[in-house]
């Protein structure tokens, strides 16, 4: 059965690196990336020889990027023109980007804000300040400068780039403007386009519900879609045929809870440490926690390996596991049994400091802010079975 597993598993990535017009791959920026960033080794060299040395980066707004790509080290990356695509989209260290390669040099970009696990909105409103191509016919358009969404340019604004004429918007052009953006936005994921398989027309990739796992069928293809969870970096743990996830019963909570939390978690964060805002991905479901990129680089040697959480007088054992690839990694298994141990909830916030240690795995002691100090436990839905977690004896 393997070596047919295998067999099937080969004939697919022949057939997808072959033949798909479209092929997708995503990052999450870790820091430095703002110079360059490392395309995937797998979609390197299955590609490194289809690519030119400039590509086109189109962002969401349908604004375009020429970008050069440059080796290094047996990597490939997006170097000259990337800073100016970095600042004009005012992206963030842990933002999720998906590249869609049309295999005519231009790559679509999907930008995900970190914080929040949505589309960035402002990457739809970006416009350079100068006479640049759009990809709507090919045409150099006269640019203005949108009003700023999130502050993301206004040190922009600060120069003498632009003439002020070119700085006002009035109704008709605004209007005009939304409509492009809605449009380009309609084509890109609203309206998506068919993302054939010259010539085998056959070969079409459909997830199915409520798995991780895409399953290659036999039919006559219908469109294929980004959605959500092909953006999600880690696999939904299953017992039997169901998902495993938590609700909680916890009451509404404000605005100015939620900031206290996070207030009295930064008051507590040290430089040798970091702190999570929790998550529904930590703490109800997926249960993954990403841990940022720089504090990993600094301070854990570059593999998987266990990491012992530490709360009081009681631990639990975690997997950190790391993606090389990406250059960053996260806590997976024992992760889920120390959130629903401790009650954790979205918006609660963690601190980890590492303790000194001469040998043994990394402990970090983990200090939890709450966003309502009065716990009510989760509960388990849509799984079968009912193994309670176990916290781990104390050392």
Known sequence: M???GDSSNKWAEDIYWSHFQFTHFYQILAGGCEQQLVIPNKFSNNLRNKLPDTVTLKGPSGATWDVGLTSSDDKLYFKRGWQEFVKAHSLEQNDLLVFRYNGMSQFDVLIFDWKSFCEKEASYFVKICENKKIDSGGQAKRKFREP????FDANINNGAECDSSENIIHDDSMERMIQDVVSKATNFNGQPEV????PIRTVQTRRKKKTPNKTAIISTPDPVQLS???VEATPIKKIGSYVEQYVSHRRAITEGEKNNALKLAEAASSDTGFKVVMRPSHVYRRFFLFIPTQWVTKNLSLRNQDIILRVGSDEWPTKFNFTPSRQCGGLTSG????SVDNNLEEFDVCV???VNKSSG???LEVKIFRVVEDVIPLTRVASKGNRKPTKAPEA
Do not use: N, Q, R
Request: aromatic share 16%.
């Open 2 to 4: 393997d070596k047919v």
């Open 148 to 151: 700023s969404l999130d502050g």
């Open 335 to 338: 992760w889920k049994h120390f």
């Open 361 to 363: 795995p990394v402990v």
């Open 228 to 230: 959500d969870s092909d």
């Open 352 to 354: 980890f400091e590492p």
């Open 195 to 198: 993302f054939s398989a010259e």
